[in-house]
């Protein structure tokens, strides 16, 4: 028994029901879905190529999925893409360029409608391939004007600027910074120019020893930190890359008995799920990972569905975010405020 006959609609509204779902009633979706279920149909992709899609399908390329720094973009992409009709087919690269070439290569074979990239620096043979296939390509979570494909995402530079920023204006200048690896990682490369460039201005210099470079772990950056506050010489401030790297630095200053922030200041980048309910909630800046999601699947999709050019890229600004984990050097002087304070972002 066909779906359209165990459904009671025609061929056309079927087509519908998998190309366009939201031209459909809600009550006609929904006897399609069953009919769908009943018969156990399953349309032939390959046969298709209707309004530009082929198989439904957008590939997603990210670092990694051993932690949750992407979960929150990654989801909000499929999220807005499935909106349109598509699922996304997700694979990690572990940082690997030629691995990321591989993966490219694969998720092609399967006839994918769009391509996401995460970041802006990618091997020449990845941008080869993608200009070879004259596919809809995105660049999600770093933003510059200058990008090969439009991305969506925010400043980097901007974020380790405004983290370094704010620690200067609390009156520290021995400062650490904990990073983690920049080899194939543009974000962090461009969160450590950024710090450093904007503490050398400041007449600040980071010595050696508190240079860290630390993978992302909760339980490395509290390693590092516990090895960091064993020396005579302590910081009165640390900054990390990310907020996974300072939450294990605020376990690792109370390991060895200090007070986040009377005795050390701890800021991260990323306000991610939960760091504004560690303790002491933490000081970081907001990269709106939601917000870029949704973004790069609403811009992707329509180039997909709308076979046009892909739209410009977007920046989705971060902004400071002053929680308790920092305070100003001069315990005389008064605290900052315990509750969240967004500063204002800059233009």
């Given at each position: 028994?066909?779906?359209?006959?165990?459904?009671?609609?025609?061929?056309?509204?079927?087509?519908?029901?998998?190309?366009?779902?939201?031209?459909?009633?809600?009550?006609?979706?929904?006897?399609?879905?069953?009919?769908?279920?009943?018969?156990?149909?399953?349309?032939?992709?390959?046969?298709?190529?209707?309004?530009?899609?082929?198989?439904?399908?957008?590939?997603?390329?990210?670092?990694?999925?051993?932690?949750?720094?992407?979960a929150e973009?990654?989801?909000?992409?499929?999220?807005?893409?499935?909106?349109?009709g598509?699922?996304?087919?997700?694979?990690?690269?572990?940082?690997?360029?030629q691995?990321e070439?591989?993966?490219?290569?694969?998720?092609?074979e399967?006839?994918?409608?769009?391509?996401?990239?995460?970041?802006?620096?990618?091997?020449?043979?990845?941008?080869?391939?993608?200009?070879?296939?004259?596919?809809?390509?995105?660049?999600?979570?770093?933003?510059?004007?200058?990008?090969?494909?439009?991305?969506?995402?925010?400043?980097?530079?901007?974020?380790?600027q405004?983290?370094?920023?704010?620690?200067?204006?609390?009156?520290?200048?021995d400062?650490?910074?904990?990073?983690?690896?920049?080899?194939?990682?543009?974000?962090?490369?461009?969160?450590?120019?950024?710090?450093?460039?904007t503490?050398?201005?400041?007449?600040?210099?980071?010595?050696?020893?508190?240079?860290?470079?630390?993978?992302?772990?909760?339980?490395?950056?509290?390693r590092?930190?516990?090895?960091?506050?064993?020396?005579?010489?302590r910081?009165?401030?640390?900054?990390?890359?990310?907020?996974?790297?300072?939450?294990?630095?605020?376990?690792?200053?109370?390991?060895?008995?200090?007070?986040?922030?009377?005795?050390?200041?701890?800021t991260?980048?990323?306000?991610?799920?939960?760091?504004?309910?560690?303790?002491?909630?933490?000081?970081?800046?907001?990269?709106?990972?939601?917000?870029?999601?949704?973004?790069?699947?609403?811009?992707?999709?329509?180039?997909?569905?709308?076979?046009?050019?892909?739209?410009?890229?977007?920046?989705?600004k971060?902004?400071?975010?002053?929680?308790?984990?920092?305070?100003?050097?001069?315990?005389?002087?008064?605290?900052?405020?315990?509750?969240?304070?967004?500063?204002?972002?800059?233009?």
């Open positions: 028994m066909s779906v359209a006959k165990a459904a009671r609609v025609s061929a056309s509204t079927v087509s519908r029901y998998f190309n366009h779902p939201e031209l459909l009633k809600p009550a006609t979706r929904s006897r399609i879905d069953k009919a769908v279920r009943k018969t156990g149909y399953i349309r032939n992709r390959a046969a298709q190529t209707i309004h530009g899609i082929r198989s439904g399908t957008i590939g997603v390329l990210v670092p990694t999925l051993d932690h949750a720094i992407f973009v990654v989801q909000a992409f499929s999220d807005e893409v499935a909106e349109q598509f699922t996304i087919l997700l694979a990690s690269h572990g940082y690997d360029p691995r070439y591989a993966i490219l290569r694969k998720m092609l399967h006839r994918v409608d769009g391509i996401v990239l995460t970041g802006l620096d990618h091997d020449e043979a990845v941008f080869q391939l993608i200009d070879a296939q004259n596919i809809p390509t995105v660049l999600m979570w770093n933003y510059a004007q200058t990008a090969r494909y439009p991305a969506i995402g925010t400043d980097n530079l901007l974020a380790g405004l983290i370094a920023e704010h620690v200067l204006s609390l009156g520290h200048r400062i650490a910074c904990m990073l983690p690896p920049v080899a194939g990682n543009d974000r962090a490369a461009a969160r450590y120019d950024a710090v450093m460039q503490l050398q201005a400041a007449g600040v210099s980071v010595r050696p020893e508190w240079q860290l470079t630390t993978v992302y772990s909760v339980a490395a950056a509290k590092d930190t516990l090895a960091l506050l064993a020396s005579a010489a910081p009165t401030a640390l900054i990390c890359g990310n907020d996974v790297l300072a939450t294990g630095a605020i376990y690792g200053a109370t390991a060895a008995g200090l007070s986040v922030p009377d005795d050390m200041s701890i991260g980048i990323g306000d991610f799920k939960g760091s504004a309910d560690i303790e002491p909630p933490l000081t970081t800046v907001r990269i709106p990972a939601k917000r870029i999601g949704r973004e790069a699947g609403r811009a992707l999709s329509s180039t997909i569905v709308q076979s046009t050019s892909t739209s410009v890229g977007v920046h989705c971060p902004a400071l975010i002053i929680r308790s984990s920092s305070r100003s050097v001069n315990n005389a002087g008064e605290d900052l405020p315990t509750h969240t304070r967004v500063t204002a972002q800059r233009t």
